[in-house]
Structures are given as C-alpha cells and as structure tokens.
T-cell receptor, first 113, second 110 residues
C-alpha cells in the first residue's frame, strides 16, 4: 500500500528549542494533515493543508504543503513541555475518498533528560 | 459542538469472541471512518461510511465489518477475535476534507 515516510522517528527537546519534522512520499497528495496524539487519546488535528505551496500557522506551529505535493513539514517554535507527544502526518491521495487518510509512523517528541 | 465519541473506551475479550464498537460523529458530519492503531503497523484505515453506505475499505479480513445508521452513528464489528486484533480502534468523522478523531476504544484480546 501507499506509504508516508515520516522523520525523525523520535527526538528529544529542551524547552525553548525549535523542532522540525517532515513527511515524504513517492506519490502526490491532495491534502496534508498534521495531528498530535497524547497517550491513551485519539489524534488531535493541528493543521490542515489543501494546496501545494500553502504555508499555515497555528500559534507556535507552522506547516507547509510541499510544491511537488509529495512532502510536508511541521515546525514547532520555542517548544514547551506540553509539546511532548507523538506527531503524525497524514495525506489524502487524488481520487481518494474524504474519509481515507494514509498516515506516517509518527515522530515521538520527548523532553531531554 | 461535541466531539467524536466512542464507546466503550476499554474492552477485554478472549480469542474467538466477537466485539462491537460504537462511534457517534460530530453533529452534522456524515462521513465516518475507522482505523486500527498498533505499535508495529501504526494507523491503518479499516473502512469509511457515508450516508449508511460503505464508501471505501482497507486491506483487512472479512472478520472486520461495519455499518452506519441513519443518524450517522456507526458501529464496527470484529468476529472470531485473534490475539493480533489487540489495538486502539479509532473512529473519525470528516467534514470538508478535514478529519476529526475520537478518543478510541482500547481492545485487548487474551
């Protein structure tokens, strides 16, 4: 099946640092979505991107829909402890139904010891 | 508006049993999707329902089935449970290309 390559798999953050993660695919996507999931909960939508080149912010979070439509990145500026969790990218293929998303494996953010 | 709700939140079953999970989408949302989440495979699409019809189906065996009612509420059923069915089952409702998830049902098969 289709795959989204999300990197890094995990990273440690220190409060105040900026964080960057990305997703790439060999296929073109029409929509990119970024979610955060806390333990025992469902993913919560952070940012939705609908067209190539789109750059969208949500507070300290910024995400971009790559020009080639095969990638997207998420940046978190000035990280805080509550940013800890697992971040997922998700995409919708051209012709795919609205309810069928393909997910990356996730990027786990932890606090530096 | 209330978010997506799922019941039950936790469930323990034994191999060979069957289970039914329930999902109520956000009011006004007509598309409901189901996903299985496991540490090894991540989030995998099970199926999507829209206006009581299955619109799309993932690559899961026929033991996994679902349905949607006229009020958009959805249920999924897994028959003849296997140990590998232990997972977090997530329901999501979709509106204008944006998908919103419920808290999930954690299923443990012993």
């Amino acid at each position: 099946g289709q795959q989204l390559n999300q990197s890094p798999q995990s990273m440690f953050i220190q409060e105040g640092e900026d964080v960057s993660m990305n997703c790439t695919s060999s296929s073109i996507f029409n929509t990119w979505l970024w979610y955060k999931q806390d333990p025992g909960e469902g993913p919560v939508l952070l940012i939705a991107l609908y067209k190539a080149g789109e750059l969208t912010s949500n507070g300290r979070l910024t995400a971009q829909f790559g020009i080639t439509r095969k990638d997207s990145f998420l940046n978190i500026s000035a990280s805080i402890p509550s940013d800890v969790g697992i971040y997922f990218c998700a995409g919708r293929l051209p012709g795919g139904s609205q309810g069928n998303l393909i997910f990356g494996k996730g990027t786990k953010l932890s606090v530096k010891p | 508006k209330a978010g997506v709700t799922q019941t039950p939140r936790y469930l323990i079953k034994t191999r060979g049993q069957q289970v039914t999970l329930s999902c109520s989408p956000i009011s006004g949302h007509r598309s409901v999707s189901w996903y299985q989440q496991t540490p090894g495979q991540g989030l995998q699409f099970l199926f999507e329902y829209f206006s009581e019809t299955q619109r799309n189906k993932g690559n899961f065996p026929g033991r996994f089935s679902g349905r949607q009612f006229s009020n958009s509420r959805s249920e999924m059923n897994v028959s003849t449970l296997e140990l590998g069915d232990s997972a977090l089952y997530l329901c999501a409702s979709t509106y204008q290309e944006t998908q919103y998830f419920g808290p999930g049902t954690r299923l443990l098969v012993l």
